[in-house]
């Protein structure tokens, strides 16, 4: 089935670098999500993509919906310590249920 | 405000019975989603529901049951069947393609 796929698992970078992240599918999406989830807590949806070639903002986050249709990248300048969490992309496969990669864990050393 | 609450934060289980987490939203989305997390795998589709009165099985919903008598409620069943049932267990809700979170429920069996 359709999967999704994220690099890197985890990472470790400290307070103030930039940070980047990507989500790739063997599938083609017309939708790229991507959630933080907080330590105990569910997901919160951060930036939504609609359109190929689609670059959006939310404060120091930015995502990219990749040309191909077939990957995303979510990049976050200037970490800060409340950017620790679970970074997950996601998207709706053909049966429009929305599928999730496995995340990749943001540390931020002090 | 509006949102998903999810009941109790904490639940421990004893091998052999039956218990129900609880999901409430006050959203007046119809979907509502429950999803399994367990620790590197991401979310995992249990049930889901699109409609009060109707329901179907996600990925994984062997030793699960779940009811939508009601809009706002999707509660969730852990049956005895469940053989591996310690998770992280989040509930969500949908008008479309962006899904909202609840806190999540931490079953565990004792």
């Known amino acids: 089935g359709q999967q999704l796929n994220q690099s890197p698992q985890s990472m470790f970078i400290q307070e103030g670098e930039d940070v980047s992240m990507n989500c790739t599918s063997s599938?083609?999406?017309?939708?790229w999500l991507w959630y933080k989830q907080d330590p105990g807590e569910g997901p919160v949806l951060l930036i939504a993509?609609?359109?190929?070639?689609e670059l959006t903002s939310n404060g120091r986050l930015t995502a990219q919906f990749g040309i191909t249709r077939k990957d995303s990248f979510l990049n976050i300048s200037a970490s800060i310590p409340s950017d620790v969490g679970i970074y997950f992309c996601?998207?709706?496969?053909?049966?429009?249920?929305?599928?999730f990669g496995k995340g990749t864990r943001l540390h931020i050393l002090p | 405000d509006g949102g998903i609450t999810q009941s109790p934060k904490y639940l421990f289980r004893k091998e052999g019975q039956n218990v129900t987490l609880s999901c409430e939203q006050n959203?007046?989305?119809?979907?509502m989603y429950w999803y399994r997390q367990d620790p590197g795998q991401g979310l995992r589709l249990i049930y889901y529901?699109?409609?009060?009165?109707?329901?179907q099985k996600g990925d994984i919903a062997e030793g699960y049951s779940v009811s939508r008598e009601k809009k706002e409620s999707f509660p969730l069943t852990v049956t005895s069947a469940q053989k591996n049932p310690t998770a992280f267990y989040l509930c969500?809700?949908?008008?479309?393609?962006?899904?909202?979170f609840g806190s999540g429920t931490r079953l565990t069996v004792v």
């Open positions: 969500a809700s949908s008008p479309s393609v962006g899904y909202t």
């Open positions: 599938s083609i999406f017309n939708t």
């Open positions: 993509l609609y359109k190929a070639g």
């Open positions: 996601a998207g709706p496969n053909r049966d429009d249920k929305i599928i």
């Open positions: 959203l007046n989305h119809d979907a």
């Open positions: 529901s699109q409609i009060v009165n109707d329901f």
